[in-house]
């Protein structure tokens, strides 16, 4: 079983619609969780971190559910410039694990 | 900010040569990793150090070699290269790979090809 797992879809929405990622892993033991954007071929980039409690930067929420393992992005009003892939990241024991990505495209 | 910085960006190398990537960071980052990209997938780790003086295997570090020269530079060498590692190799930091909740840094990537 992989560690990280992501519907890579792509979900094609409408500018101004709210898109909801969700991704599973795999280690109940694990500490921290991110979620990352990478454009084509460019590099993964920080997005933001997940808290416990959910957080919120913008129109991006982020929530983490530790009793059932997953992770989850709310994008809200969304825009054509958020047409990416998200990737999940969680990290245990000293390693950044990374699921597949789930991409996005937001038409006009 | 320069942040993390590899080079060369782009390669292309004959089946069986050797070539080695560069990455440095500025951050004064203890933790600093190489991962590959293939298309449609996520990354693979191949190789980190969690501080200078330390590496370890990740999930496919067969035809690879490491080395943490300092503790702002991490090289990632292909000894005697094949067609199955061409890809897109990333290199990241992180302030602590021990203690979590520091995220990772990327470089902006090589782009290999092997023919």
């Known amino acids: 079983r992989k560690e990280v797992e992501q519907d890579p879809g792509p979900f094609n929405v409408p500018e101004g619609a709210t898109v909801a990622f969700n991704c599973t892993y795999s280690?109940?033991?694990?500490?921290?969780f991110f979620w990352y954007r990478q454009d084509c071929r460019k590099e993964p980039k920080l997005l933001m971190s997940v808290y416990s409690s959910g957080n919120e930067d913008g129109r991006f929420t982020a929530q983490l559910n530790r009793a059932s393992q997953y992770i989850s992005l709310l994008i809200r009003d969304s825009k054509l410039s958020d047409s990416a892939t998200y990737l999940c990241?969680?990290?245990?024991?000293?390693?950044?694990?990374f699921g597949s990505g789930t991409k996005l495209n937001v038409k006009p | 900010n320069a942040g993390v910085t590899q080079t060369p960006k782009f390669q292309v190398l004959k089946t069986g040569q050797s070539m080695t990537l560069q990455c440095a960071q500025d951050m004064n980052h203890n933790s600093m990793y190489w991962y590959r990209q293939d298309p449609g997938m996520g990354l693979r780790l191949i190789y980190y150090s969690a501080s200078e003086g330390t590496t370890d295997k990740g999930e496919v570090p067969n035809g690879y070699n490491v080395s943490r020269l300092n503790k702002r530079e991490f090289s990632l060498r292909l000894e005697s290269a094949a067609p199955s590692q061409t890809s897109v190799y990333f290199c990241?930091?992180?302030?602590?790979?021990?203690?979590?909740?520091?995220?990772?840094?990327f470089g902006d990537g090589t782009r290999l090809s092997i023919l």
């Open positions: 990241a930091s992180s302030e602590d790979g021990r203690y979590s909740n520091q995220p990772q840094h």
């Open positions: 280690n109940s033991a694990s500490q921290s």
């Open positions: 990241v969680v990290y245990n024991f000293n390693k950044f694990y």
